[in-house]
């Protein structure tokens, strides 16, 4: 069954699916409370990209485009994207929809940052990330994996 990475819309459909995922949390709550109190319009924009198969969203991730004057990852300093909530329910792992995500968010061309789950960072080096140099003030409490486009590489690795 072909498949392919969509823009989620926010609706009330989308976050009943995001409840089968184990990430559900804070980001999803305020979107439901949006939804609720505002009414929003069923095609709203989400930061949401998931692959459906079937009926059934089998996979998600929640990206954000950053603006270069919070880059402290990459040289030269510019936008970067901001990859959260990388989740592919238990029943569909190992059939590729990880990775379509990933070459998803990888076609911006832009850098891309993530923080790796416990126990993920295979997952990422096989999908051409690495971990960046930690540095405390920056990445306290977090695990970040960066990928570099073309021309691009992490800051204060020269």
């Given at each position: 069954?072909?498949?392919?990475?969509?823009?989620?819309?926010?609706?009330?459909?989308?976050?009943?699916?995001?409840?089968?995922?184990?990430?559900?949390?804070?980001?999803?709550?305020?979107?439901?409370?949006?939804?609720?109190?505002?009414?929003?319009?069923?095609?709203?924009?989400?930061?949401?990209?998931?692959?459906?198969?079937?009926?059934?969203?089998?996979?998600?991730?929640?990206?954000?485009?950053?603006?270069?004057k919070y880059d402290y990852y990459f040289e030269p300093q510019q936008d970067?994207?901001?990859l959260w909530k990388l989740e592919v329910l238990n029943s569909f792992r190992?059939?590729?929809?990880?990775?379509?995500?990933?070459?998803?968010?990888?076609?911006?061309?832009?850098?891309?940052?993530?923080?790796?789950?416990?126990?993920?960072?295979g997952f990422w080096e096989k999908q051409g990330f690495q971990p960046a140099?930690?540095?405390?003030?920056?990445?306290?409490?977090?695990?970040?994996?960066?990928?570099?486009?073309?021309?691009?590489?992490?800051?204060?690795?020269?």
């Open positions: 069954m072909p498949t392919k990475v969509e823009p989620l819309l926010i609706n009330f459909r989308t976050l009943e699916e995001f409840k089968k995922f184990k990430a559900y949390g804070i980001q999803e709550l305020s979107m439901l409370e949006d939804l609720e109190n505002n009414m929003i319009e069923n095609n709203s924009e989400s930061p949401f990209y998931g692959i459906y198969y079937g009926d059934e969203l089998v996979a998600r991730m929640s990206l954000y485009r950053v603006n270069a970067f994207l901001q190992n059939r590729g929809f990880g990775k379509q995500l990933v070459d998803f968010a990888k076609s911006f061309n832009l850098p891309i940052k993530t923080n790796a789950r416990i126990n993920s960072h140099t930690y540095e405390l003030q920056r990445d306290f409490g977090e695990n970040p994996f960066i990928w570099l486009p073309e021309g691009v590489s992490e800051k204060g690795s020269e």
